[in-house]
DNA sequence: TATAAAATATAGCAAAAGCTAACTAATTAC
DNA sequence: GTAATTAGTTAGCTTTTGCTATATTTTATA
């Protein structure tokens, strides 16, 4: 039997993760984590910047590197393609500015890196590890879960 | 001030994600992510190898893309890769297997997802949306992290 | 069993994200 | 105000993971 048609298997009633899901739902799975991927990275920049600004007053090519652990020339290029995408306003040799688009997803990355950093930490996750934990899980939270976690995060505080 | 000083700055006493960690720990958590990502593919493909031996009895090329939502060129070269990494032996033109070094990883992987996934419904996530979520966060869980998931299904199981 | 269909492989292209090396601009120190 | 240091840019290379198109092998069918 060829892998495509067991979709139109019967389900099998386990709902546990013993059975494969139908082959349309698997690639999906693994369709949304690769668009994940292509967006993280933006993402990661856009927020970082977006952080610098609002706690050093002003975000540099060089502290972008020194803090994504980067060289420079690859801050460069990624700069570049952030312009390309309007999310960030800048000037050769000059320090870099979010564009409304960016500003507002560097906003949304903090809230979501936020909620999972806490409500790892409400599981009782140290903080080094909740920290490294939350920056690679962010991108792959849904919205649903999101929420499960921040009410699980309001209903465990002191 | 320079970026790099401020590793010298005196820890704000602040706790929340408020303030920017330290540089060097920042880059640290960079690298972590980038790290999961080299490995992450390789850890899908030999997981789903063993699902698909598992399950359906043997491992095709075919059904390896079919799932995985790409194509078979795409497939067939990876496989390459996985040969190459000595996790999988394959002859051409014929289906998979795995080694004992992709066996284990295929448990390993298996068993990470299996707490995470489980882990999400415990928590009241949808069944389909933590499927999802759990093929994306799977590579970003820390050991540790993982152990206090596992208690938290422990505790929650009916 | 000969042929059609399905599965697999290979070659070659593209984009993304890293790197080094060499260059240019801006800032700091004297 | 010039020289040295620091910051930023550009060009060109590499690896990874997709893709299409084409060739080859295996399997199924008439």
Known sequence: MNDYEQDNAPPTGDSSRDALPPVTQHARQYETVRN???????????????DLIRHRGEARATDLASRMGVRQATVSKMVRRLNELGL????PYRSLFLTEAGQSMAENSRARHDIVLQFLRALGVRDSTA???????????SD???????????????
């Open 36 to 50: 994940a991927h292509e967006t993280e990275l933006i993402e990661d920049y856009v927020e970082l910047i977006g």
């Open 88 to 91: 960030v306003k800048s000037q």
């Open 144 to 158: 649903e879960t999101l929420a499960i976690m921040q009410r699980f995060i309001e209903e465990n505080a002191k």
């Open 131 to 141: 920290r490294i934990d939350a920056e690679g899980m962010e991108h792959h939270v």
